[in-house]
């Protein structure tokens, strides 16, 4: 049977659209970034003062008194009206100090840090994993709570500056919520300050979704994906140009039909990449080799939602049966360097897993990594199976009571705690959320 490319995105019945895209689908322009429950409100208000009949003059409303003015007549900053204020007030910007390695300090456990001014740019490049970006979002500001596991965390990267990154392969595991994702930008944050090269891909799962197109390597049962390598590579170029202009490509080489001499830098590699999409998975291939046997610069590569480089993915092959991530080029050129078959000179290799959707677990992995016991009568995939050893876990539990009272001051500051804050309120919100960040932070700011 023909192999036939796919569209860079796919096209699903609606029933099978998700609820982001059917609300986006029907919701105005203007309100396509972000609908809020003040501005319903406030919609459903206007509509009905709007639809509201005329009277004639000296008659007046039978369940009204005379002279009372509406509640909702003063409208609040959100637009929710008087009444609404207390469950739709505005956020206030709060103003931190920055993430910084002098700063993510034992010293500093329990402070919320802002993500540096200088490293903010290289992480536009990105999109923050989800329910970061709502945080984000309703706060104003990108910024994080020292945890003791972030502290950990990067003494063990910090570590890794001058061994071969084989030697550190990081896979940073935990309950739903419980913040992996979060530790691990703190991470990426850090080496970024620290001068390192950063490769950090926020959502693996759009590597293995279907979402770009592939084709079928003549010859052989593996697969590309131009689009997705022309993008990957245009974000670390975005991330890293100026640290990349300083590391050249060691001989000369052919990428396709254009010869890349020797000299050249990293950064104009890539930007081959980010012109030629279907030149992209063999400058991607290059890149890393050259990266990885330069000693000057230590790199970090950094994936969240690791599980999905250990499961079936959503790609077919001619027989309509599920590709493994190793016969994608993309993944497979990062699986090699994630299980240590290909090593850095000198770095690591820190990823998180993703406990939110089931569909994305790796059952492979978890029993790989202690995190899940099976019957030995259970057979696992053999052909999977092989990439997940040799990892290092790191657990990540959820907020000690310092951790989360420092948030909980964090979210008082910034004007999202509806009730008036104090210390039984805090206590009520740390014991109801068992101190899982992610459910903490939906009790504070929805009041839950």
Request: charged share 20%.
């Amino acid at each position: 049977m023909a192999h036939r490319l796919l569209t860079s995105t796919s096209l699903l019945p609606r029933t099978q659209q998700t609820l982001a895209a059917r609300i986006k689908a029907t919701v105005p322009v203007q309100y396509a970034n972000y609908v809020t429950a003040s501005a319903v409100v406030s919609a459903a208000v206007k509509a009905k003062k709007g639809a509201a009949p005329t009277r004639a003059k000296g008659h007046s409303n039978s369940f009204r008194k005379k002279g009372v003015v509406d509640d909702d007549s003063n409208e609040g900053a959100t637009g929710a009206g008087r009444l609404n204020e207390k469950y739709y007030k505005a956020a206030i910007p709060v103003k931190v100090e920055e993430f910084l390695p002098s700063t993510a300090t034992k010293d500093n456990i329990g402070k919320v840090l802002g993500i540096p001014s200088v490293v903010t740019p290289a992480l536009s490049q990105t999109a923050f994993p989800t329910f970061l970006n709502e945080q984000f979002a309703l706060v104003k500001s990108a910024a994080l709570v020292v945890r003791e596991s972030t502290v950990d965390l990067l003494e063990r990267v910090d570590k890794a500056m001058k061994t071969p990154s084989a030697q550190s392969r990081i896979v940073l595991t935990g309950e739903s919520g419980s913040g992996k994702s979060a530790v691990l930008l703190q991470a990426v944050s850090h080496c970024l300050s620290a001068g390192w090269v950063v490769i950090y891909v926020p959502k693996a799962s759009t590597w293995m979704n279907s979402s770009f197109a592939y084709n079928k390597v003549p010859g052989s049962t593996s697969f590309v994906q131009p689009l997705l390598a022309s993008n990957v590579a245009g974000q670390i170029h975005g991330a890293n140009k100026s640290t990349l202009n300083g590391i050249v490509v060691s001989e000369n080489a052919m990428i396709g039909h254009q010869e890349v001499a020797k000299g050249t830098t990293l950064s104009a590699l890539l930007e081959i990449a980010v012109k030629n999409q279907f030149a992209a998975q063999d400058v991607m291939e290059l890149f890393l080799k050259e990266l990885g046997a330069q000693k000057g610069v230590p790199t970090l590569i950094a994936v969240d939602e690791i599980n999905t480089f250990f499961r079936p993915t959503e790609y077919l092959n001619q027989d309509a049966k599920a590709l493994n991530p190793e016969h994608l080029k993309l993944p497979n050129l990062f699986l090699r360097y994630i299980s240590g078959k290909n090593s850095l000179s000198h770095g690591a290799i820190v990823t998180a897993t993703s406990e939110t959707h089931w569909p994305r677990k790796s059952e492979t992995l978890d029993v790989s990594l202690g995190v899940k016991v099976v019957s030995p009568y259970k057979k696992l995939s053999q052909t999977i199976l092989p990439w997940t050893q040799g990892f290092t876990r790191f657990e990540v539990p959820n907020y000690t009571r310092p951790e989360a009272k420092g948030v909980f001051n964090y979210y008082k500051k910034g004007n999202i705690i509806y009730d008036a804050p104090s210390e039984a309120l805090f206590l009520n919100k740390f014991i109801t959320s068992g101190g899982n960040p992610r459910k903490f932070f939906t009790a504070c700011a929805k009041e839950i």
